[in-house]
């Protein structure tokens, strides 16, 4: 069970940082919105929408999940605007990945009074291997069903010291989330297992695979390591180019928020077929191909096996 990392549950308040920090923001707008809704289901707030639909998932009906980001819009960079300030300030509990993935949140909680948890607390990390944040734990561990379990487990903690009335209905969610996850590891372990070795290598534009590569058994190389490192060395670029070369791999993939424009001309530069796109950061609309965290998985797994099998 991951280490909690969430300050005592609180009821419902004024903003804390009211219109003392806020008014030249916003002045003060939404403060009283809360008071104004008729749903009093405690409010959790997830930084972005992959975290937020697995706590949906756990939550069931007794809370009420929101994700501060937009579903397609990317993590990294993101910068928080006066009104995320005011929807956090209103929030009973913010549930945020850690491990430096959201760069900007620990100014942004500094701004509010609001407990937190931090869900990577119970992951065993990999850590980033080239560019800027080298030797730094890599952030993508919700891409890996295998830790992604850690997740449920930090957000049943969370949630059950949030409503400890719910705890129960909490785990129960939790273990069928669990189980949905390890079907889809079962699958991913035994199907990398049928294909040549020779072509369990996946390579992507970022490296957001490397809790999945891990987890499969698959090798792995990419572009840059996270985004915030744009499109790549020269050096970089000329090391992936090599390694699918002298592998013969198959097929290279890119992730659906990023520029592609690199990975699809180093696919035509060795003959790799390019596959995708992949979704790391965001989910898609609820009529797009990835509307849950684990449709998000399933999807990227299937992708991933059929380009690695066509070598």
């Known amino acids: 069970m991951p280490k909690r ?5 609180r009821k419902l308040r004024p903003v804390a940082v009211g219109c003392a920090l806020l008014v030249a923001l916003a002045g003060c707008a939404g403060s009283g919105a809360r008071a104004l809704d008729a749903d009093d289901r405690p409010v959790v707030l997830a930084t972005f929408t992959v975290i937020a639909d697995m706590a949906s998932v756990v939550a069931g009906d007794a809370v009420r999940v929101e994700a501060l980001i937009k579903p397609g819009a990317e993590i990294h960079g993101y910068e928080p605007t006066p009104s995320d300030l005011v ?14 993935l959201e760069g900007w949140f620990e100014q942004f909680l500094a701004s509010i009074d609001v407990p ?31 830790a992604s379990e850690a997740y449920v487990h930090a957000i049943v ?6 409503a400890p009335a719910n705890a129960g209905a909490f785990e129960a969610n939790g273990r069928e989330y669990i189980g949905e996850l390890r079907a889809i590891t079962a699958n ?40 915030s490192d744009n499109e790549g060395t020269p050096q970089q670029i000329a090391a992936t180019v090599r390694l699918v070369e002298q592998k ?18 180093l696919a035509r530069q060795t003959g790799a077929a390019f596959g995708g796109p992949l979704y790391v950061d965001s989910l898609s609309s609820a009529d797009g191909p990835v509307p849950t965290h684990l449709d998000l998985l399933r999807h990227d797994v299937d992708v991933i096996l059929d380009g690695l099998s066509d070598g």
């Open 248 to 265: 013969a791999v198959p097929t290279v993939f890119c992730e659906s928020t990023v520029n592609d424009a690199v990975q699809r001309q």
């Open 116 to 146: 937190h948890a931090e869900l990577t607390a119970g992951v065993d990390p990999v850590a980033i291997a080239t560019g800027h944040y080298e030797g730094e734990p890599n952030p993508h561990a919700w891409m890996s069903p295998v």
């Open 5 to 9: 990392r969430l300050a005592a549950s």
């Open 188 to 227: 991913l372990r035994a199907s990398v297992a049928a294909l040549p070795p020779a072509s369990r290598v996946l390579v992507t534009c970022e490296g957001a695979f490397s809790y999945l590569a891990r987890d499969a058994g698959l090798e792995e190389a990419y572009l840059w390591a996270v985004n």
């Open 157 to 162: 903690a969370a949630l059950s010291e949030l």
């Open 87 to 100: 929807r956090a300030s209103n929030a009973d509990l913010i549930l945020d990945n850690g491990m430096g």
